[in-house]
């Protein structure tokens, strides 16, 4: 049977959730759960609607309407909870989220660069290396990502989001992930809505951000599809708002031949 807790060794993750509940309008939707994620690692959190997945996703980001009211949560060392969602991405946290706001007036490449800038280049005058790029370095950079992702050089120009299909903005979303290299990413349900060949896309791209650049993944989906393309480290099952098993990559195949019932 699936172990209920992570077995990830907590002296090893490098996001480390304990006994954290959240409430949202005072009521319980999160916990009490505990989760551990290490570097490169790729753990899928699955679950039927409403069992508190995305609640949890937003609840790490720092999303004002979602209440910690117990537990602890760091990142490589580091309180979380105390942290404002920008403090957070500059700790390393990346959110997908599962429906981008679009912003018109400001096209894609402006805002992968502004983002980057203001997560890696924070008190660049301190230090002897700077990251920040310069505009042509950082145009070839986001072009080796794009084609990654098979996204025509000129969607760089287009305004962020607006007017994009729900295959681009997916899309999109992985190409920020490549482009800002976080610590820890949370893809939220980034699989709804794609056609075949665009899943293969964006799991590619979840992978080599894995591999390549050792960003912990936590991928939250409510279909195997995704998975048997990422081929994830850990599983976990999320019911009523906790982590009710985890195992390997067997609970997949468990979850598609029985459903979430055997849980319920």
Avoid at 22 to 29: C, E, F, I
Avoid at 33 to 53: C, E, Q, T, Y
Wanted: aromatic letters at 4%.
């Amino acid at each position: 049977m699936p172990s209920k807790t992570s077995p990830t060794s907590s002296a090893s993750a490098l996001l480390q959730v304990r006994r954290l509940a959240v409430t949202v309008a005072d009521r319980s939707v999160v916990g009490p759960l505990d989760l551990n994620l290490k570097a490169g690692a790729i753990h899928a959190l699955m679950g039927p609607n409403g069992s508190g997945k995305s609640s949890l996703a937003y609840a790490l980001m720092g999303h004002p309407d979602y209440h910690v009211t117990a537990g602890t949560t760091t990142l490589n060392g580091d309180s979380l909870l105390d942290k404002s969602p920008d403090e957070r991405a500059h700790l390393g946290l990346f959110l997908a989220f599962q429906h981008p706001v679009a912003i018109p007036g400001v096209s894609v490449q402006n805002a992968l660069k502004t983002a980057y800038e203001a997560i890696h280049c924070t008190g660049c005058h301190l230090h002897d290396h700077c990251p920040k790029l310069s505009v042509t370095e950082f145009r070839q950079q986001l072009q080796h990502h794009a084609q990654i992702l098979a996204i025509h050089p000129s969607f760089m120009t287009r305004a962020l989001h607006d007017g994009f299909s729900g295959g681009e903005k997916k899309r999109l979303e992985m190409l920020t992930l490549l482009t800002l290299k976080p610590k820890i990413a949370i893809l939220d349900e980034t699989d709804s809505g794609l056609d075949i060949d665009a899943l293969k896309l964006v799991a590619h791209a979840a992978k080599l951000a894995a591999r390549q650049d050792q960003v912990g993944l936590l991928v939250i989906t409510h279909y195997p599809r995704l998975l048997q393309h990422l081929r994830p480290t850990q599983v976990s099952v999320m019911v009523k708002g906790q982590i009710v098993a985890t195992d390997g990559p067997k609970l997949i195949s468990r979850l598609d031949q029985s459903g979430y019932r055997q849980f319920l």
